[in-house]
């Protein structure tokens, strides 16, 4: 069965600090795509990555990067040097090659950033 | 830049009531979600749209139905709107190709009292 689990439900930290988002996936298949939203106080959910099941290496953009490991099926993301403007909640999703009509999201972290 | 558009915001209705909430996308996407977020479920789907005319039931169809008439028009429908339907609820349009993500227009928050 296809699930998505975010165990953190919500987190908070000083502005500055790094924090990791947790993403741990269940998939049958053997291609996939793993993605991470965030949705903002506004509402729009808003696409920040996305990763396939061939690819594991790391990547990083500006103050975000994001581990994906096959052998422990998790897709973690962390934030460098937090900011303010990070709080938002966070969502991890699952799309499956044979089901692409099912995206599967976590329940999604609630991220606070204190100043 | 691509663009999904919610007509409303904020909607509060009546128990009873049939309401329409309406999404349109400007790119031309073959597939078109509805999903509802409630606090500690995250986002369900509750239809999706393969293409003009096509429809599928997602998780939690029960008491919505779709329409899509229109390639860049998709709307929901509760035909007899009840308190346990209110939420925010998400419209999100994607290209017919399962690695691309989906956009996310903002939200359409219903309130039936």
């Known amino acids: 069965a296809q699930k998505v689990t975010q165990a953190q439900t919500e987190i908070s930290v000083v502005e500055k600090e790094d924090v990791t988002l947790d993403c741990v996936y269940e998939?049958?298949?053997?291609?996939?795509?793993l993605f991470w939203y965030k949705q903002p106080p506004s509402g729009e959910l808003v696409f920040l990555i996305r990763?396939?099941?061939?690819?594991?290496q790391n990547e990083i953009s500006g103050r975000y990067s994001w581990n994906f490991q096959k052998s422990t099926s998790s897709f973690n993301f962390t934030i460098t040097a937090s900011q303010v403007v990070d709080s938002a909640v966070y969502f991890c999703?699952?799309?499956?090659?044979?089901?692409?009509?099912?995206?599967?999201f976590g329940k999604g972290t609630r991220l606070h950033i204190l100043p | 830049d691509v663009k999904v558009t919610q007509s409303s915001r904020y909607l509060v209705k009546r128990t009873g009531e049939k309401v329409f909430l309406e999404c349109v996308q400007d790119?031309?996407?073959?597939?078109m979600f509805w999903y509802r977020q409630d606090p500690g479920l995250g986002l369900r789907l509750i239809y999706f749209?393969?293409?003009?005319?096509?429809?599928e039931k997602g998780d939690i169809p029960e008491g919505y139905s779709v329409s899509r008439e229109k390639k860049e028009r998709f709307s929901l429908i509760l035909e007899s709107a009840s308190t346990n339907q209110t939420s925010m609820y998400l419209c999100?349009?994607?290209?017919?190709?399962?690695?691309?993500?989906?956009?996310f227009g903002n939200g359409t928050r219903l309130t039936v009292t």
């Open positions: 999100a349009s994607r290209p017919q190709v399962f690695d691309s993500p989906l956009h």
């Open positions: 998939t049958r298949d053997t291609t996939y795509y």
């Open positions: 990763r396939n099941s061939f690819d594991e």
């Open positions: 999703a699952l799309s499956e090659a044979r089901r692409d009509d099912k995206i599967i």
């Open positions: 790119m031309d996407h073959e597939n």
């Open positions: 749209s393969y293409d003009v005319k096509m429809k």
